[in-house]
């Protein structure tokens, strides 16, 4: 977030993530901060407008990127439509599935180390 965006939305965090967004959007904004040069301390309502909506369509495409990736991270979204809410619940429940099945797999591998133990001091 450049010094402007920062003195015109202080309660905005900006949450790049390093990814690139699409370049129309990015061109978008670099072309209003051009316009907007750091000498002039005043902007006119417009370009204000024009720069909140330009990061706010920003937002919103990042957002829409993440439920995107989110619903093609569930196996069990796969190939069907799902509604955002629909996303964010079968998500949390393949987490938590998996985390079971970690969990399991943990006490497994445990068991199978003490029994490769006690087996190799049988041996010997």
Do not use: C
Request: proline share 2%; aromatic share 6%; hydrophobic share 25%.
């Amino acid at each position: 977030m450049t010094e402007m965006d920062a003195d015109l939305y202080p309660d905005y965090e900006d949450d790049d993530d390093g990814e690139s967004d699409e370049d129309s959007d990015d061109l978008y904004v670099g072309q209003l901060e051009a316009s907007m040069s750091s000498e002039n301390q005043y902007y006119s309502q417009a370009d204000k407008r024009a720069h909140h909506n330009a990061l706010e369509r920003k937002r919103r495409d990042h957002i829409k990127d993440s439920f995107t990736n989110l619903h093609n991270s569930v196996p069990v979204l796969q190939g069907q439509k799902a509604s955002r809410a629909q996303i964010l619940h079968k998500s949390a429940e393949y987490i938590t599935v998996m985390k079971k099945r970690t969990n399991d797999a943990r006490l497994y591998i445990s068991d199978l180390i003490r029994t490769n133990n006690t087996l190799e001091s049988e041996r010997k």
